[in-house]
């Protein structure tokens, strides 16, 4: 539950949940104290059915001023994975788990990312819930612990469940979907300068393989039209 310092986003959540509302809303959410510094709200990307969601930590700075969702570097190597797994970027729905870009301030100017608190990821996961509801993916893609942990809980650790096609605790339907999925953050495979690079970054690609064939049933690319 969200505390009384950071009153959450529920109070902001329009009674229509099309994305279009959903993102007009979350322009002028007050859920936690983020709002204040950043540019702006960060809302997700992707149309309506896409049959996977990839969920980040939050804006960066390059998003930040842009508005828009993984435009920065960790974005550019993102999208190059995506489409090595065999993904077409239009299936995919693209959000955080925290829509404003947290962030100190070094020499006066420089933005430096600090990752948000579990109460900021509290705050901000109405949003992120009713973007599950409306857009009804097949598997959602958590990348890194901030994600996960706002949909799998706490406790959750990367290092222990990466790659494992589980239940979304108090939201899959009858049919058992959405089904989650959790991996590391295009950031951390972008910051490994070590000759494990390559490997990361395949590791990376095999997580998002097992989403699409999730969605696929098997080796086919996800390229079909959205339903
Ligand atoms: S981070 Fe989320 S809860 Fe906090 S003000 Fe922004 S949209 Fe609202």
Known sequence: MASAKEPGAQRYLPERRTLGALREAAAQCRGCTLYRDATQTVFGEGHRGAPLMLVGEQPGDHEDLEGHPFVGPAGRLLDRAVRDAGIDPAQVYVTNAVKHFKFTRREGKRRIHQKPGRTEVVACRPWLIAEIDSVRPEVVICLGATA??????????????????????????SNGRPRVLATVHPSAVLRDRSDQHAQAYEAFVDDLRIARNAVTGGSAPLVHPAV
């Open 148 to 173: 996960a942990q706002s949909l799998l809980g706490p406790s959750f650790r990367i290092s222990t469940g990466r790659g494992e096609l589980l239940c979304l605790p108090g939201l899959a339907g």
